[in-house]
Nanobody, 120 residues
């Protein structure tokens, strides 16, 4: 089966940093765009950062300059380094995988989510 296993969430103070990691299995990792989304209660799940199969990243405006997404195709992992965290970054963060096939609309697979809480 397909698995996206996330780790790295937790409680940090404003201005702190976290590194989220996602380890994928059960599909051809190099043929999928990867990403991180986040969701808070009552809100839509929104993209935070994505990285395509060529390694080109895109970031939401809210995290530009504070976050770096990376992938390692040899290890089937995608990471999100988040720095200078703010209380508004508090959310459940989800790892995603999206097929490069032309008919695909939205992520094919999701991780279980990892909680990030930014609070003093």
């Amino acid at each position: 089966q397909v698995h996206l296993v996330e780790s790295g969430g937790g409680l940090v103070q404003p201005g702190g940093s976290l590194r989220l990691s996602c380890t994928a299995s059960g599909f051809i990792f190099s043929l999928y765009h990867m990403g991180w989304y986040r969701q808070t209660p009552g809100m839509q799940r929104e993209p935070v950062a994505t990285i395509d199969i060529n390694g080109d990243p895109n970031y939401a405006d809210s995290v530009k300059g504070r976050s770096v997404i990376s992938r390692d195709n040899d290890k089937n992992t995608v990471n999100l380094q988040m720095n200078n965290l703010e209380p508004d970054d508090t959310a459940v963060y989800y790892c995603s995988a999206t097929s490069i096939l032309p008919g695909q609309q939205g992520p094919n697979y999701w991780g279980q989510g990892t909680q990030v809480t930014v609070s003093a």
